[in-house]
């Protein structure tokens, strides 16, 4: 095993794979920065140039791109508060009220260590966890997964902040609006208005973004100014950034290791990560009066497991077959192109492309890490900028970004519709991210609970997975109400 | 501010311009500059995707005039957003061609509600032929192909469905062996039934034959039997053996030898006349009837150049268990058997899917 | 006062959200009994919910403001000598404002297709921000180099608009 490691590792910098790495990390980084792209519109770039590629090459180059969109998409969160893709919706919670204060640089720097150790942690667990990584996934059965998306939405307990009932409210309208579209049970289409754009319901895309994104344009916009209203010189916070790592070192350690185990749930893992553990940072922080309003343990939490994910999520993907993501199906089309049949046996056969897998990750975070950093200095200058001069431009990304969900109009009227309803539910307080988690986990709750209740009636309740899974919730959930309570006395 | 309408004024009509000539350039070679795209309704990685890609490479090599040739996908309602997009709004230049499956035309056929397509809005350019497979896990009674029987004994046995129509040959096959069947809806896709397989959740499976060395072998190293193939159908109207599972039965030859008497009735005809639709012409590259009478000159010169080029076909076969390509008269003749259900055949199709899923129909 | 806009205006909100669960309910009357069973308790919920926030917003157990986790307190380049309620006023009427503006030039897009639009929009509102002719010619120009560019170095598809229908 260690041999095929380290032979794997003198493959992978070897110069000719490491340009196609390399070339892969630029790509990365560079879609990442663009809000609304994420891998799907990345690995479908770059996939064309695999046809007749070896292996070796082609995966590293995908996996490269793969691994650091999470790094990179931190910018449009941070900066704007725009989601730069879908794993990144957490991080704006605190990261952008961070930079609204000036303290962009200091979030920036500690948000792409974070990733960077993220991914590191992720590809080590990916390597030790590969001998095992069949029985795991096989004894999680549908009733778990389940659970785990309830655990999903118990989250939307520690994100309601002073408000549960609007918080459930949010929640609600999010679960109802994720039934639009083709029933899971049935070959049936429900609400789709008479028109081809819903037969599969609202996007994901255009939803997150609508919710956050429009919003806060409006809400700048009308304020007048920059994005940070204090013209901090921005370059004094990046040592700062560095020293939170260092004293968060456990948080980062902690929620790397939540973000692989995540990641590696097949079909969960890319819908909730950032959101589950931006939940989890809050439950077990002792002074919670500052999460929302820029507290640096809300950016390093998502953006550590966010990066760790990606080893994670490879397991589903190249051991069954079953990708978790739309990056990671159109990566299971490329090995399945470059004559690499996913299964599980994949780690015995070929060992050498699936540490080339390892060492790709890897390697990836800590390039995307280092050109992020680089970067970083002229791109948070953007924040001082009076805010009308850059925002068409973020306007006309934004839109070309959420256009390519399906291509059809609809897309632009979706985002337009969650704008108005985002900028609304700004302005009363009713919390978004609710909306966001319920909208994401709306098809899985209803699959799920379909597929336990015909298969197992009320018997999956006392499985062991189950009633561990179903401890986490009632700590989680449970307690964040009483700690509320009691934090309000 | 008048200024500014000037500028505008001047911006839309040289924006007009640039469109007028892109529209009317024609060029001596019907492709040559132009861009084709090969929808795919299908989400990436699954054998429509796989097929779909693998001959948007073959037009983009063998397509006289050079074009770029890309696939996109177009995902969403099964396949129905696609299709009706591609009849109500796509440029009808032979500039877009639709990867299909032959279960896409059974919809049609059976017009499930919300397809606004029909059969003769399109021409099949190519064609590869699919088959399926059925397997049933150990313990379940069966220990090899002539107990079939007892199937119809017991609790019955979990299966999973994603909708009736994609999974159309083993709902008949079901019904002429009568056997017990728990269907657990709200499957994702195949590889998530192959999951549940794995785990033990459900206890029967059909899975296309392109999924055989990926997972179906896992099956059988837990102790799975592979009762049967769905077959193909011959020019002579007979179900044989798919030539990628020789030593594997079709179906009817499965059924005879467990009950000693070949199946027959009504499911028995319609399953002969849906195998050449989802078997023989499974995955199917269409272009609109109405593109210009060039276009589809040259995309059929393009198969032809890409059955005759021993790379390409290579590729074409590894990927298909043995099958190249359908093309020319001997797809057409494939076609001509798979369209004729016959009326009676039909009205049955619909009520007997309907009992058993929730499926609309047009009336 | 800004509480009492936003209170009321939380309050249509909360109504028009009662209403869409009613809708939802009773289009969800029309499906098949398995694909219905979601919607139906998904509607019911949300209602259930939307008139409880109802109720506890009229009788003030929500607070109506800063209890939003992702609002900050941050210092605005308004003029600050101006009552908070005129300001919060005319803060809600140039956000009405802009959220008009991405309207007209989301149905632009539609009409006109995105690199028209792109120009009209781009050019018109750096024109509404009292920048000189010149450099919202340099604004727009940029923006469709944006466009293009992206467009064509990740293979994006744009929309079209209606031009095919005067050719």
Not at chain 1, 122 to 142: E, K, N, Y
Not at chain 1, 181 to 195: D, E, F, K, M, Q
Not at chain 2, 15 to 26: D, Q
Not at chain 2, 182 to 209: N, W
Request: hydrophobic share 50%; glycine share 10%.
């Amino acid at each position: 095993m260690f041999d095929a490691a380290f032979t794997a590792l003198q493959v992978v910098i070897s110069p000719e794979h490491f340009g196609f790495l390399f070339l892969g990390v630029a790509v990365g980084l560079f879609i990442g920065i663009l809000p609304g792209l994420g891998g799907m519109v990345g690995m479908a770039l770059l996939m064309p140039l695999t046809y007749g590629m070896d292996p070796v090459s082609g995966v590293a180059m995908l996996i490269g791109l793969g691994s650091v969109i999470t790094t990179s998409d931190t910018f449009p969160s941070v900066l704007m508060g725009i989601p730069g893709s879908s794993g990144s919706q957490a991080t704006i919670m605190d990261g952008y009220p961070l930079a609204q204060k000036g303290e962009g640089a200091r979030v920036l720097s500690a948000a792409f260590l974070c990733s960077m150790l993220g991914g590191l942690i992720g590809a080590l667990v990916l390597s030790l966890i590969l001998p095992f990584a069949v029985p795991i996934v096989l004894a999680l059965g549908t009733p778990e997964l389940l659970m785990l998306t309830f655990l999903g939405l118990g989250m939307v307990s520690v994100l309601s902040g002073k408000n549960p009932v609007l918080g459930l409210l949010s929640t609600a309208l999010g679960l109802a609006l994720g039934s639009f579209g083709t029933a899971p049970t049935s070959a049936i289409y429900r609400y789709n208005l008479g028109t081809d754009y819903l037969l599969d319901g609202f996007k994901l895309t255009s939803v997150a973004i609508g919710l956050f994104a429009i919003p806060e344009f409006v809400a700048i916009l009308s304020r007048g100014g920059a994005i940070t209203s204090e013209k901090r010189d921005l370059g004094e916070g990046w040592m700062q950034g560095i020293r939170d790592v260092v004293r968060h070192k456990y948080l980062v350690i902690r929620h790397a290791l939540i973000g692989s185990m995540i990641g590696f749930i097949p079909g969960l893992g890319n819908a909730i990560i950032d959101w589950v553990n931006y939940g989890v940072v809050i439950r077990f922080a002792k002074d919670k009066s500052q999460f929302g309003k820029g507290d640096i343990r809300g950016v390093i939490a998502p953006e550590s497991a966010n990066n760790a994910k990606e080893g994670g999520a490879l397991i589903p993907t190249v051991l069954f077959g079953i990708p978790g993501s739309g990056s990671m199906a159109l990566l299971l089309a490329a090995l399945i192109i470059m004559g690499v049949e996913p299964g599980p046996d994949l780690i015995l056969t070929r060992a050498d492309l699936v540490y080339v897998m390892v060492w790709s990750i890897a390697i990836a975070n800590v390039l995307g890490a280092s050109i992020a950093f680089l970067l970083s200095g002229p791109i948070s200058k953007l924040a001082v900028v009076p805010f009308y001069k850059i925002m068409p431009f973020i306007l006309i990304l934004v839109t070309m970004g959420a256009f390519q969900a399906t291509r059809h109009i609809g897309d632009l009227f979706t985002l337009l519709l969650f704008g108005i309803v985002g900028w609304v539910m700004r302005q009363t307080g009713i919390p978004r991210a609710p909306l966001l988690i319920g909208f994401v986990l709306s098809t899985l709750v209803e699959r799920y609970l379909w597929q336990v209740t015909s298969r197992y009636q009320f018997e999956w309740l006392t499985r062991p997975g189950v009633i561990v899974i179903g401890v986490i919730i009632v700590i989680v959930v449970g307690f964040s109400l009483f700690g509320r309570e009691h934090e309000s006395d | 501010m008048r200024t500014i309408n000037f500028y505008f004024c001047r911006f839309l009509l040289l924006a007009g311009v640039a469109l007028f000539v892109n529209i009317t350039t024609v060029n001596a070679q019907f492709y040559s500059d132009k861009r084709v795209e090969v929808i795919i309704p299908t989400s990436p990685g699954g054998g429509t995707d796989l097929f779909a890609r693998l001959l948007a490479d073959g037009f983009d090599e063998f397509l006289e005039g050079n074009p770029t040739v890309i696939p996109r996908q177009m995902t969403g309602g099964g396949g129905l957003l696609a299709g009706n997009w591609v009849v109500e709004q796509a440029p009808k230049d032979g500039s877009i061609l639709l990867a299909s499956t032959g279960q896409t035309t059974l919809r049609q056929i059976l017009r499930q509600r919300g397809m606004r397509t029909e059969v003769s809005d399109f021409d099949v350019l190519v064609a590869v032929p699919m088959t399926r497979n059925v397997f049933v896990a150990a313990g379940k009674g069966v220990e090899t192909r002539i107990d079939l029987p007892n199937l119809r004994d017991g609790d019955g046995l979990y299966t999973a469905l994603i909708d009736p129509i994609s999974g159309i040959s083993f709902m008949l096959q079901a019904g002429m062996t009568d056997m017990a069947l728990r269907v657990i809806k709200g499957y994702e896709g195949g590889k998530d039934r192959d999951l549940a397989m794995l785990r033990g959740e459900i206890d029967i499976i059909q899975q296309i034959s392109l999924q055989y060395d990926a997972t179906s072998r896992l099956f059988l190293d837990r102790g799975a039997i592979h009762l049967w193939n769905d077959g193909l159908l011959d020019v002579n109207g007979n179900i044989v053996r798919d030539a990628g599972f020789p030593n594997i039965p079709t179906f009817p030859e499965a059924y005879e030898a467990a009950y000693g008497e070949p199946p027959t009735g009504m499911l028995l005809d319609v399953y002969r006349a849906i195998i050449p639709l989802v078997g023989n012409a499974g995955k199917t590259i269409l272009v609109s009837s109405q593109a210009p009478a060039e276009a589809k000159q040259a995309l059929r010169a393009a198969v032809v150049a890409m059955a005759n080029d021993v790379n390409y076909s290579a590729r074409v076969i590894d990927q298909n268990r043995g099958y190249g390509l359908l093309y020319g008269e001997e797809l057409d003749s494939a076609l001509t058997r798979a369209r004729n259900l016959s009326p009676e055949q039909i009205v049955f199709l619909r009520s007997y899917i309907s009992e058993q899923y929730e499926i609309e129909f047009e009336p | 006062m800004t509480e009492d806009l936003n209170k009321k205006v939380l309050l249509v909100f909360l109504g028009l959200l009662a209403l869409f669960f009613v809708i939802l309910f009773l289009a969800a009357a029309d499906f098949m009994p398995d694909a219905r069973l979601y919607p139906v308790v998904m509607s019911i919920t949300g209602f259930v919910l939307a008139l409880a926030s109802v109720i506890r917003v009229l009788s003030g157990k929500e607070p109506t403001h800063e209890h939003n986790l992702i609002k900050v307190e941050v210092k605005s380049d308004a003029r600050q000598d101006d009552a908070p309620a005129d300001r919060s006023n005319r803060e809600y009427r140039s956000a009405l404002f802009y959220l008009a503006i991405i309207c007209f030039f989301y149905v632009a897009i539609w009409l006109l297709g995105f690199r028209v639009a792109t120009l009209v929009f781009v050019s018109g509102f750096m024109r509404y921000n009292k920048q000189s002719l010149v450099s919202c010619a340099v604004y727009a120009g940029l923006s469709l180099l944006l466009v293009e560019a992206l467009s064509r170095l990740l293979g994006l598809v744009l929309p079209a608009g209606f031009w095919h229908l005067l050719f």
